[in-house]
């Protein structure tokens, strides 16, 4: 079965840094486009950046464009999510998602996506 297992969450000041890592297994991964969500308390799973499955195309959330940054490793098996000049509205809890469909790109709603995480608190203090 497919076991998608987060890390590298944890308290930062506003301005700081985090990277956030996901290790899949139990799936073809380099078929998959991979994606990070987060949700924060009484608000709805919203899409933070996906990869491509060859890493070659990205897509990020207009809120976090030219702070984060979305990469994959496919020897490994790992999807990262690099946070820079974080905001306490970046607090939230971080979900690492696979597509549903192998080969699929376009479509960065929730309901794409078929397998997750765990997730991993991110709190940003200010």
């Known amino acids: 079965q497919v076991q998608l297992v987060e890390s590298g969450g944890g308290l930062v000041q506003a301005g700081g840094s985090l990277r956030l890592s996901c290790a899949a297994s139990g799936l073809p991964f380099s078929i998959y486009t991979m994606a990070w969500f987060r949700q924060s308390p009484g608000t709805e799973r919203q899409f933070v950046a996906a990869?491509?499955?060859?890493?070659?195309?990205?897509r990020d959330a207009d809120s976090v464009k030219g702070r984060f940054t979305i990469s994959r490793d496919n020897a490994k098996n790992t999807v990262s999510l690099q946070m820079n000049s974080l905001k306490p509205e970046d607090t939230a809890v971080y979900y690492c998602?696979?597509?549903?469909?192998?080969?699929?790109?376009?479509?960065?709603?929730?309901?794409?996506?078929?397998?997750w995480g765990q997730g991993t608190q991110v709190t940003v203090s200010s």
């Open positions: 990869v491509s499955r060859l890493g070659t195309n990205t």
């Open positions: 998602a696979a597509a549903r469909s192998p080969y699929y790109w376009g479509n960065f709603q929730s309901a794409a996506f078929g397998s």
